[in-house]
Nanobody, 117 residues
């Protein structure tokens, strides 16, 4: 199992970024996909989820309305469009898959998002 996250960077408050996560080593289309983030000094937290068919999404906290999760099962890739970014969105963003209540054991290197003026 492998996850390769990309698309992070330094952005000013109010800006946008689009993250990508390329997955391999498992049957991507049968897994709910999840974006997590880990802020400096804090535990990893859930950001957004999308069902295997992409027909239902969930957003945590104040991400709803600013972030959009999507997926392309033909490309084994999940995306996170982030708009109206705030300094508190700063952190390392990771993706993972979940099926039958279990998250995959492998983690990628994540992609760093820094929101600062």
């Amino acid at each position: 199992v492998q996850f390769v996250e990309s698309g992070g960077g330094l952005v000013q408050p109010g800006g946008s970024l689009r993250l990508s996560c390329a997955a391999s080593g498992f049957t991507f289309s049968t897994y709910t996909m999840i974006w997590y983030r880990q802020a400096p000094g804090k535990e990893r937290e859930l950001v957004a989820t999308i069902t295997s068919a992409g027909d239902s999404t969930f957003y945590a906290g104040n991400m709803k309305g600013r972030f959009t999760i999507s997926r392309d099962n033909a490309k084994n890739t999940v995306y996170l469009q982030m708009n109206s970014l705030k300094p508190e969105d700063t952190g390392v963003y990771y993706c993972n898959g979940r099926r039958y209540g279990r998250t995959l054991d492998s983690w990628g290197q994540g992609t760093q998002v820094t929101v600062s003026s």
